[in-house]
């Protein structure tokens, strides 16, 4: 199998969707081939926090809610304001939360 077949099979790995041999293949590609097994591990990676963090809650001005803005910015074609702006107001916000006036 190459590694596009692999990068493709990845996600029913991780959901055990897999026929048996088909599953047998992709794990012993993923154990011969460093960038595969990579990849296949920052998918568990995401997956295990985006299933931890589903609940959360995100709070305007706060970095997970710039994130949220700024997604759903781009998402959303019809955007109040354009994500690099978004972006712009979450770094210049850090800079200039230890200064006082």
């Given at each position: 199998?190459?590694?596009?077949?692999?990068?493709?099979?990845?996600?029913?790995?991780?959901?055990?969707?897999?026929?048996?041999?088909?599953?047998?293949?992709?794990?012993?590609?993923?154990?011969s081939c460093e960038a595969c097994a990579?990849?296949?591990?920052?998918l568990k990676r995401t997956v295990r926090?985006?299933?931890?963090?589903?609940?959360?809650?995100?709070?305007?001005?706060?970095?997970?809610?710039a994130y949220q803005e700024f997604t759903?910015?781009?998402?959303?074609?019809?955007?109040?304001?354009?994500?690099?702006?978004?972006?712009?107001?979450?770094?210049?916000?850090?800079?200039?939360?230890?200064?006082?006036?």
């Amino acid at each position: 199998m190459t590694c596009q077949q692999i990068d493709e099979l990845l996600s029913d790995l991780l959901d055990d969707e897999l026929a048996d041999g088909v599953r047998a293949d992709v794990e012993a590609h993923l154990y011969s081939c460093e960038a595969c097994a990579a990849s296949y591990h920052a998918l568990k990676r995401t997956v295990r926090f985006v299933r931890a963090n589903a609940g959360t809650r995100l709070q305007p001005g706060t970095p997970g809610g710039a994130y949220q803005e700024f997604t759903r910015a781009l998402m959303d074609e019809s955007g109040a304001e354009a994500p690099e702006q978004i972006l712009i107001r979450g770094i210049t916000g850090r800079r200039n939360e230890g200064r006082s006036l």
